[in-house]
């Protein structure tokens, strides 16, 4: 193992050395607008993938809204200010690996290209210890926040290398980065999400299209009914009502940071301020987080 980690030690340090020989690149990357550009948006039905839909419309983007509910899609559509043909909804379970490989020729078809996809769709768990988790509960937590945002990534990224510029945007978790009791298994998609996504962005940093891993904080969404569950309510002595953000400022800030190619976009103050302290002192931050969550375990 000592010999195996000196060997890239000293492959990183030659690396980096030659880079500093030949200048620093330039870390600033080139804003980009979404206005006239193709957006797939994953999860368009409700939430944040409802907000992002409405909000790249209104700036002019043309969307392809995909959701597993076909009315909630239907409600999105209705929504719109702008022409409706400016917004197609696509019912299709990202879960299903075959559905998703048939999605680019049906957008490309619609649409003219795709410029763009935001892998927003997720569930979350039932707010339980894994050691009560069932598999077929784990498995479909893994199969739609993980295995979906691949299918739809590995689907359309053969599209976007083509474009002139094009964009992926994969939303992860506060979750993702900052352990929460209850959350373990939608934790671990999510981070995986966050791992896959920045791995990507390193693998793409030559070509034309960027990357981002979004890292939403406590947001007002109905995910807990969409993932098929209940809520639980904490205990009333000594709690204070959580901040949360709204869905529409949600969106805001993500399209903002794919205008600006942020590898890394934080939604919420929350969110931001974990990522700080988890990265500052991980036992503390994680202490912190089991401490607020520990109403909502089952006793």
């Known amino acids: 193992m000592r010999f195996r980690a000196s060997w890239w030690i000293r492959l990183f340090h030659q690396r980096f050395t030659a880079t500093l020989d030949q200048g620093l690149p330039s870390f600033k990357e080139p804003e980009v607008r979404v206005n006239k550009k193709v957006f797939v948006v994953t999860g368009a039905g409700s939430g944040i993938g409802r907000a992002l839909a409405l909000h790249l419309l209104a700036k002019g983007s043309r969307v392809a809204g995909i959701d597993l509910n076909s009315d909630s899609l239907e409600e999105t559509r209705s929504l719109a200010i702008q022409p409706k043909q400016s917004f197609t909804s696509y019912k299709v379970d990202i879960s299903d690996r075959s559905a998703v490989q048939a999605m680019p020729d049906r957008v490309v078809s619609d649409f003219g290209c795709v410029d763009g996809i935001i892998n927003n769709a997720g569930i979350i768990q039932p707010f339980c210890r894994l050691n009560d988790l069932d598999y077929p509960t784990i498995e479909r937590v893994i199969n739609v926040n993980l295995f979906g945002t691949l299918y739809v990534t590995k689907a359309f990224l053969p599209h976007l290398l083509e474009r002139p510029e094009a964009h992926i945007a994969n939303i992860s978790s506060m979750g993702g980065f900052v352990p929460v009791p209850g959350q373990t298994i939608y934790g671990a998609a999510k981070a995986a999400v966050k791992l896959m996504t920045e791995g990507l962005a390193s693998e793409l940093l030559h070509t034309n299209v960027r990357v981002s891993v979004v890292f939403p904080g406590a947001i007002a969404t109905n995910i807990t009914t969409n993932s098929g569950l209940s809520a639980r309510a904490p205990k009333q002595e000594g709690t204070k009502t959580m ?57």
């Open 243 to 299: 901040k949360v953000l709204s869905p529409e400022r949600a969106a805001e800030i993500i399209v903002n940071g794919i205008e600006r190619n942020a590898f890394h976009i934080f939604v919420g103050k929350d969110a931001a301020l974990m990522d700080k302290i988890y990265r500052m002192s991980p036992g503390f931050a994680a202490r912190t987080i089991a401490g607020k969550m520990r109403d909502l375990l089952p006793d």
